[in-house]
């Protein structure tokens, strides 16, 4: 009780315009007392001079005299070591959640009960510390969505979930129309949840290191786009320099379709990268939702908004890429080098006419192992891509086929139910790889979104035979060969066409246990 005089007496000394206990107090004269400094501040404001409370106005600005008694009735308040009740923070705001079970002028409430359905202020909520059957009440943080956990046809708390229905309902729902049905407590369901919760997580955490990882390789992309082209840029100069009064004006035509394409291969590279950014942004979002609704500890909330958080949006499509900076520009240079010999003729037709020229200038492939060997390149296996059956060892440059089925991970990109592998890294450019084994392997190449679990005609590797083939791709000019390595190159099959994505080395070890297949180390 006397607890309850004190609250009233520190309502009543304290100022209405701070809402903080009164200090130097002044009455002025309509009756109503203020911090004088508060009174002074709100008449320098103003261009007439009235009370806040009543308004009344007064005709010249009143003598402020401090009020001896208010000012030891403020003094006896504090020595008495309590806080005041009327200061900003203990007084409800807009968007705070007000004490149940304060009468006029509500305290924030700093507990909500699960059980009792009420927010508590810390002075209301003492009955729920000292009070034993009430000790056994499930306390949380402050909350607004308690009646959400009331059934709105019952009006009775919501305690047991409907897994027939996937909805929350109270005991007497369970009587009536979810009779029948499956349910368990919504405590259950909220911990069966909160697993799933968790691999969502990871999900989405190994997402965006995916993502991140492909961040990095764009921006590396980014940066050899620009080294070649300008060392593309430098090298055409110098060859024009030989024909400096014919190829003045074609010079700045070439160095302009190089810009071109720069522009158009970095605008490309950004809209990944943005889209990527975009996905990142999204990912951590989402992931920060779902940490906080992992800590809520209100089990009605969190069922209510797992559902919606736990599915996520397709990930981006984006090629796995191999950045070789000297790649980007060569067909061009390439041009040059062979129509300088020519360009006399070219020079005196149309523009257009001249660009169509060069695109038309016949590639050389390479003839000699040795030629080849300029293009090697090191590729190593995937072992997301790798059949269960598959052992990849020797830093993931060999496979052999075991008896034994892996304990492996599930990943989209692993080839079921044929024993087939792929390279991490796309291809672009000029590369050449040599390949060897035992039994029976086919090896192709394939873009990156082949199928992994459909028929043979659908996403079975297929090749030339032989013990040791070599593989040159020319990505630009649209040419795959496939060699038979012995002391002479000798042509298995080519293909001639136009590659629009990056291409993947794979392997088909077909046939009986113990096969294996091995990327050869290249000097």
């Known amino acids: 009780m006397a607890q309850q005089v004190i609250q009233l007496d520190q309502e009543k000394l304290s100022c209405p315009v701070c809402l903080d206990l009164l200090k130097d107090p002044v009455t002025i004269p309509c009756g109503h007392s203020y911090c004088m400094t508060c009174i002074k501040k709100y008449w320098d404001e103003k261009v007439t001079h009235s009370c806040p409370q009543c308004k009344k106005t007064f005709p010249s600005r009143p003598v402020l005299v401090k009020n001896t008694m208010l000012a030891e009735l403020v003094d006896d308040l504090k020595k008495a070591g309590l806080p005041a009740a009327s200061s900003d923070h203990a007084y409800a705001g807009p968007g ?138 430098k090298e055409s100069e110098e060859l024009f320099k030989d024909l400096i009064n014919l190829i003045e004006k074609k010079s700045s035509e070439l160095k302009q379709k190089i810009r071109s394409k720069q522009k158009t291969e970095q605008n490309r590279v950004k809209e990944l990268q943005e889209k990527i950014e975009q996905e990142i942004r999204d990912l951590m979002r989402r992931d920060t939702e779902l940490q906080q609704l992992s800590l809520t500890e209100d089990h009605l909330h969190f069922l209510k908004s797992y559902s919606s958080l736990s599915h996520l949006s397709a990930s981006t499509n984006v090629p796995t890429i191999s950045v070789q900076p000297q790649q980007y520009f060569k067909d061009m240079m390439m041009e040059v080098s062979h129509l300088r010999n020519k360009l006399q003729a070219i020079l005196s037709e149309e523009p257009a006419n001249t660009c169509q020229k060069m695109t038309q200038v016949d590639l050389k492939e390479p ?47 692993r080839f079921l139910p044929w024993w087939q592998v792929m390279s991490s890294d796309g291809l672009t ?95």
């Open 96 to 233: 705070d959640m007000a004490c149940d079970f304060c009468s006029g002028k509500k305290l924030k409430a700093s507990k909500s009960c699960l059980v009792c359905m009420a927010s508590y202020c810390e002075q209301h909520l003492q009955p729920h510390y000292n009070i034993a059957p009430l000790k056994k009440h499930k306390l949380v943080k402050a909350t607004s969505k308690l009646q959400e956990n009331i059934c709105p046809r019952h009006d009775e708390v919501m305690k047991i979930f409907c897994r027939t229905d996937q909805q929350c309902i109270c005991y007497l729902c369970l009587m009536d129309e979810h009779k029948d049905h499956v349910t368990v407590s919504a405590a259950a369901e909220r911990a069966e949840k909160q697993k799933d919760l968790a691999g969502n997580r990871q999900n989405i955490q190994e997402r965006i290191q995916d993502r991140e990882k492909d961040m990095k390789v764009f921006q590396e992309e980014v940066e050899a786009i620009n080294l070649s082209a300008d060392k593309t840029v």
């Open 367 to 413: 003839v000699t192992r040795h030629e080849f060997l300029k293009y090697a390149c090191q590729i190593t296996l995937d072992p997301k891509t790798a059949n269960p059956y598959l052992s990849l060892s020797m830093s993931n440059r060999k496979a052999t086929l075991t008896q034994v089925e892996h304990l492996v991970s599930i990943h989209p990109k």
């Open 429 to 523: 450019g000029c590369c050449y790889w040599e390949v060897k084994w035992s039994g029976k392997v086919l090896i192709a190449v394939a873009y990156n979104d082949i199928c992994r679990t459909g028929n043979r005609t659908e996403c079975g590797f297929g090749g030339p035979q032989s013990s040791r083939v070599g593989v040159y791709l020319d990505h630009i000019a649209g040419i795959l060969s496939f060699y038979s390595v012995t002391e002479t190159m000798n042509l298995l099959h080519r293909v001639q066409t136009r590659f629009t994505q990056p291409l993947y080395p794979g392997f088909w070890l077909s046939a009986f246990v113990g096969d294996t297949v091995e990327l050869c180390k290249l000097k």
